[in-house]
């Protein structure tokens, strides 16, 4: 069976992982075509190691790793490098790492941001499920200015 | 056959693989001496993974990555990143993968963007075929000011 | 036996590697379980190749990457060089390398900066342990707001 | 024989991979010691996987790359992203690849342009012919503030 | 024989490298149990390639990196660039190679720009002395605010 795997952190504020499995668990070929496997490590930085251990010694497929980067500073300078930690292990591996981000500087309003947090997760949880096992959704999506948490802008209108 | 990968994006909002791909099917040779494999990832962070896969498990020998970043700020942190995925896809792999990003904020105006993002993929389509099946092509035009989606601007005049 | 590894520099003005020894030696499963090894390198962009050999001619299941950035302009630079060199390290690998920086400028109070030293070691070291023998300790704090250093934020209070 | 790379641009202005050519070409065993591989790609972000394949595919023993980035801020992000692909080449294959770039905004005036241009490129193809086959030459020249482009600074002097 | 491999730039002002060997030299097991391989390469963007060869083809258990970098931005770019190449190759191969850059714009006056490179040079030399033989001296200094090329800054006194 393939296994999706999903890796969060102790540092966000929300427990984005369960999210991500919820919606997993909602496709209908959950448990017959495809398994979740759940990991949590403390910080966004520690995201690429568990991805790597995630594709390699549990056999995902495809992984979501979720991270919520602070309003600071140095914040984006340590956003910038987990990223590149998650760049180069889909370089490395071939296997796609999706990198789920909220930063915290997104939205001020508390419901508002666990709103907007809620949909990108969903959405790049969908996104995971799509690459694995049902390619002609993205293909037929293709330029059409697709957006995780927030509405989609659609395709250029060129009057 | 050869075959030449192509990678686009949900985000962008115009379908540039279907450019791409158009670009190439009509070169006389598309069909006898290769073929076109065409996928879609949700946004230009994806591309790495994808063109891995495209060489490693499709076969390609060349990609063309296709992204459209946004105007904000964090987009242009995204965008570097995104840009060294393809950088290190290519050097772990030594396989070219022609990254085709179309700022938009490089046109205010939908028609003078759309056709801008018409010129340079359809640029970048004829450069990965002359990469792959064409050197000379390339040779030829060494030093001599060639852009893709703008005009060139030709050699350096030295009165 | 598994092996956690510490690597500290003597650029830092704190033991850091005995802090995180003497951490890891209080948890009760200390010697029956895991044991300890320690290396200390001249700076920070020594620490990547150090925890490079500790996982691979010691043996480490993970490694502890102690450093102390300066609080000058170029200081960012290196500190984000040898983040980059961590950063490989764990996506070549796929060990975590926990990266347990505490910067000169966090803190200008001796005291207060000793003691911020103290708890994101010891925190650390506590993480290091949890992900390699206890990883439901991690899964049960997703998303808790956990830090290390300062005291943690909790999870995001939504009325 | 050893063989000597040399990769370069349509989008650079001079035809710099000529410069390098004749420059080699003009060593008395060229020919009897060492012979040049030629090749061109669309820009400089293509040079890295090109330099991989002149290396892995042609057995090049060191290879030139010559690219020209333009003007704006956004071309020293693309350049910095290319330098770094042609660092991962030489840091995955331990052959030296030999990075000369002329950057438009060097200088204003284009004869002046064009002959630093010229005399980097031929100095670097000097410096590829030393490293592969006359490494004593580097060797006491090392420390003798020696420049490609512009006239060497020399020593420091202290009285 | 165990061997430390030393590199340096004919872009320096001062000829690093053969500090770098006197200092090694100096010691009283240089001949018994190391001995010394030198290189010079043109400017610091090719030690990287220059440190993986002294590993790979030289067996050296360990090397020295030296570099000047200009005052200008760009060179710091570039210097970042080069440093970012030693890391990948330390990340790849596991081998401490220590980068011992020495910015002309750390000191305007000749005399102590000059001694400040002495110092620093010499004081890398020992640590990579120390790292490949003699491992107790670093660990004994550890946290002790310890500097190449300016005075220790001490342990930090917490009254």
């Given at each position: 069976m393939?296994k999706i795997?999903?890796?969060?952190?102790?540092?966000?504020?929300?427990?984005?992982?369960?999210?991500?499995?919820?919606?997993l668990?909602?496709?209908?070929?959950c448990?017959?075509?495809?398994?979740?496997?759940q990991r949590?490590v403390?910080?966004?930085k520690?995201?690429?190691?568990?991805?790597?251990q995630?594709i390699?010694?549990?056999?995902?497929?495809?992984?979501?790793?979720?991270?919520?980067?602070?309003?600071?500073?140095?914040?984006?300078?340590?956003a910038?490098?987990?990223?590149l930690?998650?760049?180069?292990?889909q370089?490395?591996?071939?296997?796609?790492?999706?990198?789920?981000?909220?930063?915290?500087s997104?939205?001020a309003?508390p419901k508002?941001?666990?709103?907007l947090c809620?949909?990108?997760?969903?959405?790049?949880a969908?996104n995971?499920?799509?690459?694995l096992?049902?390619?002609?959704?993205?293909?037929?999506?293709?330029?059409q200015?697709?957006?995780q948490?927030?509405?989609?802008i659609?395709?250029?209108q060129?009057?």
């Amino acid at each position: 069976m393939d296994k999706i795997g999903i890796v969060d952190t102790m540092f966000a504020c929300i427990d984005m992982g369960s999210i991500a499995k919820a919606k997993l668990e909602s496709q209908e070929d959950c448990g017959s075509k495809f398994e979740v496997v759940q990991r949590t490590v403390p910080g966004f930085k520690d995201l690429a190691a568990a991805a790597r251990q995630l594709i390699e010694r549990d056999g995902c497929g495809i992984v979501i790793a979720c991270g919520m980067p602070g309003p600071a500073e140095l914040d984006r300078t340590c956003a910038h490098e987990a990223s590149l930690g998650i760049t180069f292990v889909q370089a490395i591996t071939g296997v796609h790492v999706l990198e789920v981000f909220v930063h915290m500087s997104e939205e001020a309003d508390p419901k508002a941001f666990s709103e907007l947090c809620r949909r990108r997760v969903e959405g790049h949880a969908i996104n995971a499920y799509w690459l694995l096992l049902r390619p002609d959704e993205l293909r037929k999506r293709a330029g059409q200015g697709v957006r995780q948490g927030g509405d989609d802008i659609g395709p250029l209108q060129v009057e």
